[in-house]
Structure formats: structure tokens, C-alpha cells
């Protein structure tokens, strides 16, 4: 079992920065794929970025390619998603997921994540 705890939202305008943290404990981080998926009321979980355990592999949503940035750090057992350009449209509750892994692939789905954290909110304001 691995836990995962999410920090770094917050209220933002419009075309700023937030930095996000999943902190991964209780097994080897390295071995986990990690998403990052967002839900904003009324609507359904949505992938956001995902990397491989070894960070070698990264998939974005078209949504936030450009924007965002996912990255890891195995040594700290934390997995970053860097957000610019914020947009209004971005405000939801962001939860981090992982996965073990067998191999070095890159994950997508909701459904293929074990492993969820309680999420943390991100406000654009326009």
C-alpha cells in the first residue's frame, strides 16, 4: 500500500503559477506510475499528466500541454505538476493517483489507478 498527500493548491488569477505536490510513502515511490487527474463540480474526473516511475515517459491532457509541467523526484518520493498560464477553466479539485508499474509505461485512465490522495483545490479567478 502506498499513501499519497497532495499540497500546493490555492486561489490564483488568471495567468498565474501554482506548483503541486504528491508525496508518496509506505513502499517503493520508484516502482509507482503517477497521474494527476482534476474534477470540477458537475463534471467527471479528467486526466490531467501522467509519468512513468522512472520519469522517462510523460503524457499530457491537449488541455494542458504547454502549460503544465509533470515531474518526479524518487529520491524525495514526490511527483511535481508545475501549472502556468492559469486559466478559469483549470479551477477543480486536482488528486494525485499511482499505480505499481513492471514496467517504465506511462498511464492514462482513472480506472487504471490503484492508489488515490484526498485532493487539494485550485481557484482560478478571472
Known amino acids: 500500500q502506498v499513501q499519497l498527500v497532495e499540497s500546493g493548491g490555492g486561489l490564483v488569477q488568471a495567468g498565474g503559477s501554482l506548483r503541486l505536490l504528491c508525496a508518496g510513502s509506505?513502499?517503493?515511490?520508484?516502482?509507482?506510475?503517477v497521474g494527476w487527474f482534476r474534477q470540477a463540480p458537475g463534471k467527471e474526473r479528467e486526466f490531467v499528466a501522467a509519468?512513468?516511475?522512472?520519469?522517462?515517459?510523460?503524457s499530457y491532457a491537449d488541455s494542458v500541454k504547454g502549460r503544465f509541467t509533470i515531474s518526479r523526484d524518487n529520491a524525495e518520493n514526490t511527483v511535481y505538476l508545475q501549472m502556468n498560464s492559469l486559466k478559469p477553466e483549470d479551477t477543480a479539485v486536482y488528486y494525485c493517483?499511482?499505480?505499481?508499474?513492471?514496467?517504465?509505461?506511462?498511464?492514462?485512465?482513472?480506472?487504471?489507478?490503484?492508489?488515490w490522495g484526498q485532493g487539494t483545490q485550485v481557484t482560478v479567478s478571472s
Open positions: 493517483a499511482a499505480v505499481f508499474s513492471p514496467s517504465d509505461t506511462v498511464l492514462t485512465g482513472t480506472g487504471e489507478y490503484i492508489h
Open positions: 509519468i512513468s516511475r522512472s520519469g522517462g515517459r510523460i
Open positions: 509506505g513502499r517503493i515511490f520508484s516502482l509507482y506510475g
